[in-house]
């Protein structure tokens, strides 16, 4: 039955896990995936989600029943406030609808899925983007292109050639888009360029999924980082949004997140919602409800809701601390080429411009393991490492 099947390649981030794991090397250093590290270089369980945690597992009218298909309510409609804002014209005219997913990588699924059976349509990836988003429209059945996103030569937005791409694509594409802390880059169009975006995308009568992994983790600023998607939805839009809580509240193995989608009406929500479920239904059957919890309990109680944004502004505050403190390093050791874009790019990522051959150097002489694409992820660097992996970074240049 499986002799004709071949073994497929390890996935690039999670295998760079694994090879910093069995590294013996006392001063390996892993910037790979994107996971948020203390300044001791440990995985951080946010106080806020320790104390929801406790309360949870002490509640005695819980019960590990299944949840609804479309997962747990106050958790949907507290994620639906959340990105799109409790003022937004979706909310108050009740044209929205939030189904519970396996994460943000569920949700972007989840709308592929559900795009592919009512509006199939070729999608538009950002040049790079997540290289998860390829797998999994491609695997939903949809044709997967790219937009020009990053311009090598300015190290930043290749923004002209951006618009171009939307204006010349087929009327009625689908077209991904990061919100904010765009994965790889660590670039986001400003709001001017956003607004040309949306122009562009109004005129082709395309489709616009946000995949929002990083809110509040970009800026520190929850409504900063959804900025976004709320002028979107204001300019009228219909559309889909991924949310994520791996990052902002380091929920990452419970998997929880959220699919919301604008309609014009309350009756279409309806509608989409009831396709969602059978589309979820088909796949999931329903979702993990523990981490779901969690998120209900700090979104809907005012006192924790203040707890989680003072320790999120602590992770974005420290991955910020650490481009400054990585800037001034490389510039200090005289590092041949320019570095401002360390300081200038925002969220878990820098896209340093180091090519693959220089990254390979890194991980086999310095034991510093990053994609080959040069991204490194910020908050692997801490006070006691960034010297040794500035040095390192110095070394390959030279050379
Ligand atoms: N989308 C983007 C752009 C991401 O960077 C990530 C995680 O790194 C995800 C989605 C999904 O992550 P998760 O499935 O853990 O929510
Ligand atoms: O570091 C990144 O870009 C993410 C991390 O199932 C990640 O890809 C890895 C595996 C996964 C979800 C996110």
Same mark, same amino acid.
């Given at each position: 039955v499986?002799?004709?099947v071949?073994?497929?390649?390890p996935?690039?981030?999670?295998n760079l896990?694994?090879?910093s794991?069995?590294?013996?090397y006392?001063?390996?250093?892993?910037?790979?995936v994107?996971?948020?590290r203390?300044?001791?270089?440990?995985?951080w369980v946010l106080p806020?989600?320790k104390k929801?945690e406790?309360?949870?597992v002490?509640d005695?009218?819980?019960?590990?029943?299944y949840?609804?298909i479309?997962?747990?309510?106050?958790?949907?409609?507290?994620?639906?406030?959340?990105? #799109?804002?409790?003022?937004?014209?979706?909310?108050?005219?009740?044209r929205?609808a939030?189904?519970?997913?396996i994460?943000?990588?569920?949700?972007?699924?989840?709308?592929?899925?559900?795009?592919?059976?009512?509006?199939?349509? @070729?999608?538009?990836?950002?040049?790079?983007?997540?290289?998860n988003h390829?797998?999994?429209?491609r695997?939903?059945?949809?044709?997967?292109?790219?937009?020009?996103?990053w311009?090598?030569?300015v190290?930043g937005?290749?923004? &002209?050639a =951006?618009?171009d791409?939307?204006q010349?694509?087929?009327?009625g594409?689908?077209?991904?888009?990061?919100?904010?802390?765009?994965?790889? @880059?660590?670039?986001?169009?400003?709001?001017d360029?956003w607004?040309q975006?949306?122009?562009?995308?109004?005129?082709?009568?395309?489709f616009p999924?946000f995949?929002?992994?990083? &809110?509040?983790?970009a800026?520190?600023?929850?409504?900063?980082d959804?900025?976004?998607?709320r002028?979107?939805?204001?300019?009228?839009?219909?559309?889909l949004?991924a949310?994520s809580?791996?990052?902002n509240m380091?929920l990452y193995?419970?998997?929880?997140?959220?699919?919301?989608v604008v309609t014009?009406?309350?009756?279409?929500?309806?509608n989409?919602?009831?396709?969602?479920?059978?589309?979820?239904?088909a796949s999931?059957?329903n979702?993990?409800?523990?981490g779901a919890?969690?998120?209900s309990?700090?979104?809907?109680d005012?006192q924790?809701? @203040?707890e989680?944004?003072? &320790?999120?502004?602590?992770?974005?505050?420290?991955i910020i601390? =650490?481009?400054?403190?990585l800037?001034?390093?490389l510039?200090?050791?005289?590092?041949?080429?320019?570095?401002?874009?360390?300081?200038?790019?925002?969220g =878990?990522?820098?896209? @340093?411009?180091l090519?693959a051959a220089?990254?390979?150097? #890194?991980?086999?002489?310095?034991?510093?393991? =990053?994609?080959?694409n040069?991204?490194?992820?910020?908050?692997?660097l801490?006070?006691g490492?960034?010297r040794i992996f500035?040095e390192a970074?110095?070394?390959?240049?030279?050379?």
């Open positions: 499986f002799h004709n071949p073994l497929a390649p996935d690039a981030i999670l896990n694994t090879l794991k069995a590294d013996p006392p001063t390996k250093i892993n910037v790979g994107g996971a948020y203390d300044e001791d270089g440990k995985p806020v989600v929801a406790s309360v949870i002490n005695a009218s819980l019960d590990h029943e949840l609804p479309d997962g747990l309510r106050k958790f949907t409609d507290a994620s639906a406030k959340l990105i #799109l804002g409790k003022t937004s014209p979706a909310i108050v005219e009740n929205f939030g189904i519970q997913t994460s943000g990588s569920g949700a972007v699924r989840l709308g592929a899925d559900f795009l592919n059976r009512f509006r199939k349509a @070729t999608v538009y990836v950002s040049n790079p983007t997540w290289g390829h797998d999994i429209f695997d939903a059945g949809l044709p997967v292109q790219t937009y020009p996103y311009d090598p030569d190290r937005l290749a923004f &002209q =951006m618009i791409e939307i010349e694509a087929p009327k594409s689908i077209f991904v888009l990061h919100p904010c802390a765009h994965n790889p @880059t660590g670039v986001d169009p400003t709001a360029q607004r975006i949306a122009d562009a995308i109004r005129h082709g009568e395309h999924f995949d929002c992994a990083y &809110q509040g983790f800026s520190g600023d929850l409504d900063r959804a900025a976004a998607v002028y979107f939805v204001e300019q009228g839009f219909e559309l949004v949310q809580y791996s990052k380091g193995g419970e998997r929880t997140g959220c699919l919301t014009k009406t309350p009756e279409l929500a309806l989409v919602r009831s396709q969602m479920c059978k589309l979820s239904r999931i059957s979702p993990p409800a523990f919890r969690i998120v309990m700090v979104l809907n005012e924790l809701f @203040t989680w944004k003072g &320790q999120l502004k602590v992770m974005a505050d420290r601390h =650490m481009r400054e403190v800037f001034e390093t510039t200090e050791l005289k590092t041949p080429g320019t570095w401002n874009h360390i300081v200038d790019q925002i =878990m990522f820098t896209f @340093t411009g090519n220089q990254v390979k150097v #890194l991980r086999d002489k310095h034991h510093i393991y =990053m994609t080959d040069g991204r490194i992820s910020m908050a692997g801490n006070s490492n960034i500035a970074v110095d070394d390959v240049v030279r050379h």
